[in-house]
Nanobody, 124 residues
Framework: QVQLVESGGGSVQAGGSLRLSCSVF????????MGWFRQAPGKEREGVAA???????TYADSVKGRFTISQDNAKNTLYLQMNSLKPEDTAMYYC??????????????????WGQGTQVTVSS
């Protein structure tokens, strides 16, 4: 049974930084792709960043240059370093994983395993 557990959310002022972590349990071979997604109240869930098994990364335009996705395979952990945070980054952040090839990396429907989410709040 695959499980994803996020941590590292919190409250920060605009311009600050946070690092999210996602620990993955219960798998026997590495996922094809892992990603971070977020959902603000009243909005649809959107892709933030993704990293494929070969190491290629993808970012949403809104976070390019500010967020960095990485993974530590030895620790089975996915990270999202978030710098220069803005109030519009406020949302529940989720990590997700998939074990099947799909044409895109930032579409929520293409992932089949999700964590429970961690809240990020950025005040102005």
């Amino acid at each position: 049974q695959v499980q994803l557990v996020e941590s590292g959310g919190g409250s920060v002022q605009a311009g600050g930084s946070l690092r999210l972590s996602c620990s993955v349990f219960g798998y026997t071979y590495s996922p094809d792709c892992m990603g971070w997604f977020r959902q603000a109240p009243g909005k649809e869930r959107e892709g933030v960043a993704a990293i494929e098994s070969a190491g290629r990364t993808t970012y949403a335009d809104s976070v390019k240059g500010r967020f960095t996705i990485s993974q530590d395979n030895a620790k089975n952990t996915l990270y999202l370093q978030m710098n220069s945070l803005k109030p519009e980054d406020t949302a529940m952040y989720y990590c997700a994983a998939r074990w099947r090839r799909r044409p895109t990396t930032l579409v929520p429907l293409e992932y089949n395993y999700w964590g429970q989410g961690t809240q990020v709040t950025v005040s102005s």
